[in-house]
């Protein structure tokens, strides 16, 4: 990738530079044909600030530390979630915490965050090492792993334990839930523009198919537990506790089934990739957590660990952008933002900038050995008033997960190169299989 420009001209009050586009569809093609590529053409051929137009929009992509802490912190209260991100995730997500704005959402938020704060949190740790011991009981030394999919059942399982008291290990709706809506939001060049939910296409229809089965799975969730009422903090419990209807509850519930599994699943998919073909940082890690006194807990130090996720998520950010919209017209390091731009603030761009990241694209937990970059150098879990309510859940969740399978086998690649997809999440587009091997010391058995 060429090497994106430290700085760009800026003038109070221009519109940002702009990729050539044709009329009517403007970027919309060239996004949908290579959503990646686009946004690293971008950047690398204009600098940190682009400006682009799909249908019936102007929108501006960010690649700056600065502009992004503007939107997302400094100004956040002139930016919302937006029309089109409301008009892509209504049919799926309704009202649920990740699409609703206002007192609405802060009243939410407000209700839920108990679910999440650290004490809580510190009781799921053992749930977490649990879960994932259960899902590799039956691996052996040479066997080929599916990690793709057995990240996702395993943080499927813990989600279902930790935040709903209901075991998930058969929840097929959600994992065919997960798939058809990652399908159904990868960017299509045959069809570049939105194509509302209902228009019969072989995808919608797979994705209603699929949310009827998850809503189901949803009404009975709530159904068994108004019949068998419980005192727990579990997100369900708060939800029942709180003033909100079934539909409100619904909203909540499929936000967190879809958005709590697969982005945890996706980070320790990732980390482990980048260690199978890193084998000496692999061995690094490995080191440390065999080193541990038992199985992997919540207060043990893994600094080692620690800096392989980060690294992961830096170069595969599991949340690739974050979308807002201008309410008011705004001055963003000098670039004119009329009210009504789609803004988005892009992780997949700014953690690959080589003014920010020596050699970006190379895998080097090193890196954070220091840590001297701007604020939104670094943003995995966005930022501001909305980051994200469970960072503090899946970061824990893929420490503790990472950390026993690393304790228990050493894995080699069999998929080398990543396909990515950049839909809702970015998401491989085959399997990421690995080969088994026994540690020579395998530590932390109980």
């Not at 990543?418 to 091997?437: E, G, Q, R």
């Amino acid at each position: 990738m060429s090497e994106s420009p430290q700085t760009t001209p800026r003038t109070d009050g221009v519109r940002p530079p702009e990729p050539s586009a044709p009329p009517i569809l403007g970027h919309a093609l060239s996004y949908a044909r290579d959503p990646l590529g686009f946004v690293d053409q971008a950047v690398a051929d204009h600098g940190p600030i682009v400006s682009f137009t799909i249908p019936r929009q102007d929108g501006v992509l960010l690649a700056d530390p600065d502009a992004i802490h503007h939107v997302l912190t400094g100004n956040a209260a002139n930016y919302r979630k937006g029309d089109f991100q409301r008009q892509e995730l209504e049919g799926l997500l309704g009202d649920g915490l990740l699409i609703n704005e206002g007192d609405d959402w802060k009243s939410t938020r407000s209700a839920i965050q108990p679910a999440f704060n650290p004490g809580q949190i510190a009781d799921y740790a053992s749930t977490m090492v649990d879960c994932t011991e259960r899902h590799i009981t039956d691996w052996q030394a040479g066997d080929t792993v599916d990690i793709t999919s057995a990240t996702s059942e395993i943080t499927l399982t813990v989600l279902g334990e930790i935040l709903f008291d209901t075991d998930f290990r058969d929840a097929t709706a959600v994992r065919n839930a997960a798939r058809a809506v990652s399908d159904r939001f990868t960017p299509d060049s045959r069809v570049p523009i939105h194509v509302p939910d209902w228009v019969p296409l072989p995808r919608n229809r797979r994705y209603r198919q699929a949310i009827e089965r998850l809503d189901e799975f949803v009404t009975d969730l709530l159904a068994e537990r108004r019949d068998n009422p419980t005192d727990g903090t579990d997100l369900l419990s708060v939800l029942l506790a709180a003033d909100l209807d079934n539909r409100e509850i619904r909203d909540h519930l499929v936000t967190f089934l879809l958005a709590g599994h697969e982005t945890t699943a996706l980070a320790i998919t990732y980390t482990l990739h980048c260690l199978t073909t890193h084998p000496e940082e692999q061995a690094t890690v490995a080191d440390e957590v065999t080193a541990l006194d038992g199985q992997p807990k919540m207060g043990d130090s893994l600094p080692r660990t620690d800096r392989a996720i980060r690294e992961a998520m830096r170069l595969y950010p599991p949340v690739h952008l974050v979308m807002r919209e201008a309410i008011d017209d705004d001055i963003v390091e000098g670039y004119r933002i009329p009210a009504g731009t789609l803004v988005i603030c892009s992780q997949w761009a700014t953690h690959r900038r080589p003014d920010l990241y020596d050699d970006p694209e190379v895998f080097r937990p090193s890196r954070w050995e220091t840590g001297d970059r701007p604020e939104y150098a670094y943003f995995p879990f966005g930022g501001g008033p909305r980051i994200c309510i469970g960072r503090r859940l899946a970061l824990l969740e893929t420490r503790l997960v990472l950390a026993r399978l690393l304790q228990q086998f050493r894995f080699e690649p069999v998929t080398d190169e990543l396909n990515l997809a950049a839909s809702m999440t970015l998401a491989p587009t085959n399997p990421v299989t690995m080969t088994l091997a026994t540690r020579r010391d395998r530590k932390g058995e109980t």
